[in-house]
């Protein structure tokens, strides 16, 4: 093909052309703007569609949170109200039976928080540790420094997490030794 035919042909092509290219300008780039504008209110509707989704996603989900926060606290709740029966038992009982009856109470209390996933921390004669226990009074005694020497209130560790620390008196050492 010669450079002539060639060049006559793309003006053909050019000339015979949509009916669109026959439009002026400024009629295409209205047509053009009224596309783009369909184009953007469909994207912003399904932007807006999203946004609602997602709402009603997180709120879905927090209600679902709180019942099984629910759940879980009625279960607990449960277990506690038989540990609570058994002391109104305990205390319909006569007093030579009282010490055994509360004992047993312990038992079960124990036994109920263990099933929650509840356990003591074990304090006595341990190294202090800041982690799981909180001095509340240093004491000069026979333990080297640094040892638990009473435990006040004993503490307890959810699964992994320690949700009491122990209250706890920590040894000193022995002064005597530190004068000398």
């Known amino acids: 093909m010669h450079d002539a035919e060639h060049s006559t042909e793309q003006n053909e092509e050019h000339e015979s052309g949509t009916a669109e290219n026959t439009l002026p300008e400024s009629q295409q780039l209205v047509i053009e703007l009224e596309v783009q504008k369909k184009a953007f209110a469909e994207l912003n509707d399904q932007l807006l569609r999203l946004a609602a989704d997602y709402e009603n996603f997180k709120k879905r989900t927090a209600r679902e949170r709180e019942t099984l926060i629910s759940r879980a606290n009625e279960r607990f709740a449960i277990d506690i109200l038989e540990v609570m029966d058994n002391f109104e038992r305990a205390l319909k009982t006569d007093d030579t039976h009282l010490r055994e009856g509360v004992l047993q109470i312990r038992q079960l209390l124990n036994a109920q928080l263990l099933r929650n996933g ?63």
């Open 118 to 180: 509840i356990t003591p921390l074990d304090a006595q004669k341990k190294q202090f540790n800041p982690a799981e226990h909180e001095a509340i009074a240093h004491v000069t005694s026979d333990e080297p420094e640094g040892i638990v020497i009473d435990e006040v209130s004993r503490g307890y560790r959810m699964h992994d997490k320690v949700i009491r620390y122990a209250k706890v008196a920590v040894s000193k050492g022995n002064q005597k030794d530190q004068e000398v």
